[in-house]
T-cell receptor
Framework: AQSVAQPEDQVNVAEGNPLTVKCTYSVSGNPYLFWYVQYPNRGLQFLLKYITGDNLVKGSYGFEAEFNKSQTSFHLKKPSALVSDSALYFCAVRGLTGANNLFFGTGTRLTVIP | GAGVSQTPSNKVTEKGKYVELRCDPISGHTALYWYRQSLGQGPEFLIYFQGTGAADDSGLPNDRFFAVRPEGSVSTLKIQRTERGDSAVYLC??????????????FGAGSRLTVL
């Protein structure tokens, strides 16, 4: 079965510092991987996806993620954190080949400290 | 519409009652998805439609849960004989199946269900 794991429930980072939110995956076949963000009282918003091609994927709000096949990881990164980046971040993987539904991790709460 | 619309935004009901939650997807999106999110958890997949048919309903927890999408647009999630454990935020999402938007789910704000 397809699944993702987010090993950290909480990540704290100082404003202006680089941030990393970790995600590892377990899939049969080629992975389709995604990051979504959830701000308080708002719906989930798409950040970026990896389907194929360049291992470094760039997305919304200056975020990027690096696909690493040997480590089965897809960590989310940003060179310089903003206080407004504080939110709940979810990694997701597409279901089996031919399906379009996503399976989400448990989420990581990012807090950027001014 | 411009986004995915879900109604009601909040629903409080008593144990044993029947509940319907409605989702109006983005116009033209062929695929529609229902998820459930409990406090402190990630979204849990329930069911996924391609057009009018359920392509995958393996996430429905039991036969009290049912969803329909009769005309390939609006969908209704139906919960019979509600239990306290059904309390959660029910999320709907839609996506196209082709082009750059394929596999990118757009979510609604959710319907918060509280079963007393």
């Amino acid at each position: 079965a397809q699944s993702v794991a987010q090993p950290e429930d909480q990540v704290n980072v100082a404003e202006g510092n680089p941030l990393t939110v970790k995600c590892t995956y377990s899939v049969s076949g080629n992975p389709y991987l995604f990051w979504y963000v959830q701000y308080p009282n708002r719906g989930l918003q798409f950040l970026l996806k990896y389907i194929t091609g360049d291992n470094l994927v760039k997305g919304s709000y200056g975020f990027e993620a690096e696909f690493n096949k040997s480590q089965t990881s897809f960590h989310l990164k940003k060179p310089s954190a903003l206080v407004s980046d504080s939110a709940l971040y979810f990694c997701a993987v597409r279901g089996l080949t031919g399906a379009n539904n996503l399976f989400f991790g448990t989420g990581t709460r990012l807090t950027v400290i001014p | 519409g411009a986004g995915v619309s879900q109604t009601p935004s909040n629903k409080v009901t008593e144990k044993g009652k029947y509940v319907e939650l409605r989702c109006d997807p983005i116009s033209g999106h062929t695929a529609l998805y229902w998820y459930r999110q409990s406090l402190g958890q990630g979204p849990e997949f329930l069911i996924y439609f391609q057009g009018t048919g359920a392509a995958d309903d393996s996430g429905l927890p039991n036969d009290r849960f049912f969803a329909v999408r009769p005309e390939g647009s609006v969908s209704t999630l139906k919960i019979q004989r509600t239990e306290r454990g059904d309390s959660a935020v029910y999320l709907c999402a839609s996506s196209s199946l082709v082009g750059a938007g394929a596999n990118v789910l757009t979510f609604g704000a959710g319907s918060r269900l509280t079963v007393l």
